[in-house]
């Protein structure tokens, strides 16, 4: 009986450790993971299947206890208050006002290759273009305004070669 306590404490050990990487080191879910909670419920045959009944009840009770004590003490601790975010996420919804940028010329104040910055009126502003590529102080003229997107297009200054 002493070895079939051994292998339930060692595949809940390691079931526990693999989904514990899983959560900690590498992001998504993955074989590690898979693993892990392969490594638990193998753990929790082996105590059903060969365990006495009174083992397996002492050891959900005791689960369900110390369950209980982690989730009412873990938010309470230095590592669980950083797992929280407990500062407000503040955001500015779309600026309406970008809809008046519609035919205005400004110019461009990084390079777009397609996407940038200009300055129009004074304002930089993010904008885009259909894909040209736009040299930082080129003269552009904002051509439409979907949503939160400005999309530019380069001026020609006009001059013959």
């Not at 601790?77 to 503040?90: C, E, H, P, S, Y």
Request: proline content about 4%.
């Amino acid at each position: 009986m002493i070895t079939i306590i051994a292998l339930v404490v060692a595949l809940m050990f390691v079931g526990i450790l693999l989904l514990a990487i899983e959560f900690f080191v590498i992001p998504g879910f993955g074989l590690p993971g898979i693993l892990g909670i392969a490594g638990v419920v193998a753990s929790m045959y082996v105590a059903v299947t060969g365990l006495p009944a009174a083992y397996v009840a002492v050891v959900l009770i005791g689960s369900v206890i110390v369950a209980g004590v982690v989730f009412w003490g873990l938010p309470r601790t230095r590592t669980g208050k950083a797992m929280v975010l407990d500062t407000a996420i503040t955001g500015a919804a779309i600026d309406e006002n970008l809809k008046d940028l519609l035919d205005r010329e400004g110019t461009a104040l990084t390079v777009l290759r397609p996407s940038g910055s200009v300055d129009i009126d004074d304002q930089p502003v993010d904008a885009v273009t259909d894909g040209q590529y736009v040299e930082a102080g080129t003269k552009v003229k904002v051509v439409r305004v979907e949503g939160a997107r400005v999309v530019v297009e380069a001026i020609s200054d006009g001059a013959t070669a």
